[in-house]
């Protein structure tokens, strides 16, 4: 992933004639907008599009949604089970277009049309640790399984031509998150992903690695029926430039991509251990404590801040398995720090306090990780960091441009303009990733079970890798 981008003046050009028709009522937008509905073809998958709680979720659904909006009519997402079924929705006119994380490719080309790339991806090829890292296709000592109908598919495809000896199986019964979790329990030898994918699900399964990715990466864009004329795709430009001048782009970048980081195998390795022999000890108290806050957020700080150890202790004297200060402590109620419970309760309210202490500016989707900030340094350092972002003209309510000014406060020629002076927001900025890297990852491995479209994650299903 690198950024959620649009080519909207190039394309824009090109897609102005649908506007300009005299029978411009007859439109694919007007038929949208008369029949007061904008159908969305997806996939089930924790960045397209799941069900959490009854509540729709996902990067393409909260595009999708606001792309409705913009044509004022009610949004229906219609999922498909595989890519075959997607297309075939989009074939048959069931839907008007396809948001599913698809890959602007030469075959797709020839009989779709493309909206503007939301962001690119490299596609990767993945193998198992501990066994021979292949540099090339030539080098692949094994079985290659990849997505039937994906653009992995057609890459295949095309460079049979140039190594005909080349075996590999496409599959109609998966997805590609259980490709690479066939790869981590031994199953299959190789698959070929996406690089967001890769980055998320190694969190999961942190035995299987990156042999190599294909030289050039491939726009992520929306996808309309060539059929069709260019009045949806017009419409569609218009609205991601008002979605990128209003920093909407960029927060739903920071949400969902904003958090991955290098992946760290060993750290990973010792998370998903401490997830199995220590949290199920701890989550009746995290789950009784938590109040309006999903319990694994507070484990996931709990986590970062101790590892779950109860007398836990740093340097700079917090305690306890969520480091609370004696000043927090007293504050909320905590007599012994060191008292799981104790400190649970009084780690979760604290936080909770934060997130109602922040300014009202500041979008709901984000202030958790505004909390985060300031359960690390302090609010008043947070909302310095907040001064320095709207000091450089960028904006104090928006995560990805907070965190990226808290290392000012390092600095004397900028903390010397704040009003609580110097703290370590290097420090704060890593904290709060690692977090969002824990709580993706419990939330993965306790998934309520009125979740829909997402793998079945439960802890008794990790792989059996004796290195684990």
């Given at each position: 992933?690198?950024?959620?981008?649009?080519?909207?003046?190039?394309?824009?050009?090109?897609?102005?004639?649908?506007?300009?028709?005299?029978?411009?009522?007859?439109?694919?937008?007007?038929?949208?907008?008369?029949?007061?509905?904008?159908?969305?073809?997806?996939?089930?998958?924790?960045?397209?599009?799941?069900?959490?709680?009854?509540?729709?979720?996902?990067?393409?659904?909260?595009?999708?949604?606001?792309?409705?909006?913009?044509?004022?009519?009610?949004?229906?997402?219609?999922?498909?089970?595989?890519?075959?079924?997607?297309?075939?929705?989009?074939?048959?006119?069931?839907?008007?277009?396809?948001?599913?994380?698809?890959?602007?490719?030469?075959?797709?080309?020839?009989?779709?049309?493309?909206?503007?790339?939301?962001?690119?991806?490299?596609?990767?090829?993945?193998?198992?640790?501990?066994?021979?890292?292949?540099?090339?296709?030539?080098?692949?000592?094994?079985?290659?399984?990849?997505?039937?109908?994906?653009?992995?598919?057609?890459?295949?495809?095309?460079?049979?031509?140039?190594?005909?000896?080349?075996?590999?199986?496409?599959?109609?019964?998966?997805?590609?998150?259980?490709?690479?979790?066939?790869?981590?329990?031994?199953?299959?030898?190789?698959?070929?992903?996406?690089?967001?994918?890769?980055?998320?699900?190694?969190?999961?399964?942190?035995?299987?690695?990156?042999?190599?990715?294909?030289?050039?990466?491939?726009?992520?864009?929306?996808?309309?029926?060539?059929?069709?004329?260019?009045?949806?795709?017009?419409?569609?430009?218009?609205?991601?430039?008002?979605?990128?001048?209003?920093?909407?782009?960029?927060?739903?970048?920071?949400?969902?991509?904003?958090?991955?980081?290098?992946?760290?195998?060993?750290?990973?390795?010792?998370?998903?251990?401490?997830?199995?022999?220590?949290?199920?000890?701890?989550?009746?108290?995290?789950?009784?404590?938590?109040?309006?806050?999903?319990?694994?957020?507070?484990?996931?700080?709990?986590?970062?801040?101790?590892?779950?150890?109860?007398?836990?202790?740093?340097?700079?004297?917090?305690?306890?398995?969520?480091?609370?200060?004696?000043?927090?402590?007293?504050?909320?109620?905590?007599?012994?720090?060191?008292?799981?419970?104790?400190?649970?309760?009084?780690?979760?309210?604290?936080?909770?306090?934060?997130?109602?202490?922040?300014?009202?500016?500041?979008?709901?989707?984000?202030?958790?990780?505004?909390?985060?900030?300031?359960?690390?340094?302090?609010?008043?350092?947070?909302?310095?960091?907040?001064?320095?972002?709207?000091?450089?003209?960028?904006?104090?309510?928006?995560?990805?441009?907070?965190?990226?000014?808290?290392?000012?406060?390092?600095?004397?020629?900028?903390?010397?303009?704040?009003?609580?002076?110097?703290?370590?927001?290097?420090?704060?900025?890593?904290?709060?990733?690692?977090?969002?890297?824990?709580?993706?990852?419990?939330?993965?491995?306790?998934?309520?079970?009125?979740?829909?479209?997402?793998?079945?994650?439960q802890l008794e299903t990790q792989p059996t890798d004796p290195t684990y």
């Amino acid at each position: 992933m690198r950024t959620l981008a649009t080519t909207a003046l190039l394309l824009g050009l090109l897609s102005l004639s649908g506007c300009d028709s005299p029978n411009a009522v007859t439109t694919q937008q007007h038929h949208i907008q008369t029949r007061g509905e904008l159908r969305v073809g997806t996939l089930y998958h924790p960045l397209y599009y799941f069900l959490r709680n009854d509540r729709q979720e996902g990067l393409d659904y909260e595009l999708a949604q606001g792309f409705a909006d913009y044509l004022g009519v009610e949004l229906t997402m219609v999922p498909a089970y595989n890519l075959d079924e997607l297309f075939a929705l989009l074939d048959a006119g069931q839907v008007d277009m396809l948001a599913a994380g698809l890959t602007d490719t030469p075959l797709r080309r020839q009989h779709y049309r493309f909206g503007p790339s939301l962001y690119e991806v490299a596609q990767t090829l993945v193998y198992r640790k501990g066994e021979p890292r292949p540099r090339d296709l030539q080098q692949l000592d094994g079985e290659l399984r990849v997505l039937a109908g994906s653009s992995q598919a057609e890459w295949l495809q095309r460079m049979a031509q140039k190594l005909p000896d080349l075996n590999w199986e496409p599959r109609k019964d998966t997805d590609a998150e259980d490709l690479l979790r066939q790869v981590a329990e031994g199953r299959t030898d190789y698959t070929l992903v996406e690089d967001t994918l890769l980055a998320r699900t190694q969190r999961y399964y942190p035995n299987v690695d990156a042999a190599f990715s294909l030289p050039s990466s491939q726009p992520v864009s929306w996808v309309m029926d060539r059929r069709d004329d260019d009045s949806l795709l017009a419409a569609m430009l218009g609205y991601f430039a008002a979605q990128r001048e209003s920093g909407a782009l960029a927060r739903l970048n920071e949400k969902y991509f904003g958090h991955i980081q290098d992946f760290d195998y060993v750290d990973t390795r010792t998370f998903l251990r401490r997830a199995e022999d220590l949290l199920p000890r701890y989550r009746p108290l995290f789950e009784r404590h938590a109040g309006g806050l999903d319990w694994r957020l507070v484990a996931a700080v709990s986590y970062q801040e101790s590892h779950w150890e109860p007398d836990a202790q740093s340097y700079t004297g917090v305690r306890g398995m969520m480091m609370l200060t004696e000043d927090t402590a007293r504050q909320m109620g905590v007599d012994d720090r060191l008292d799981p419970e104790q400190s649970i309760r009084g780690g979760a309210g604290y936080l909770a306090s934060l997130i109602e202490r922040l300014p009202d500016s500041i979008p709901d989707g984000e202030r958790v990780w505004f909390a985060l900030a300031s359960y690390n340094i302090g609010l008043g350092h947070l909302l310095d960091a907040r001064r320095l972002t709207r000091l450089r003209g960028q904006d104090p309510d928006a995560w990805a441009q907070v965190k990226e000014n808290l290392p000012l406060l390092h600095q004397p020629r900028w903390h010397n303009k704040t009003r609580y002076g110097y703290a370590r927001g290097r420090e704060a900025q890593k904290f709060v990733n690692n977090i969002r890297q824990y709580y993706q990852s419990l939330q993965w491995l306790y998934k309520p079970s009125t979740d829909t479209g997402l793998a079945t994650a439960q802890l008794e299903t990790q792989p059996t890798d004796p290195t684990y």
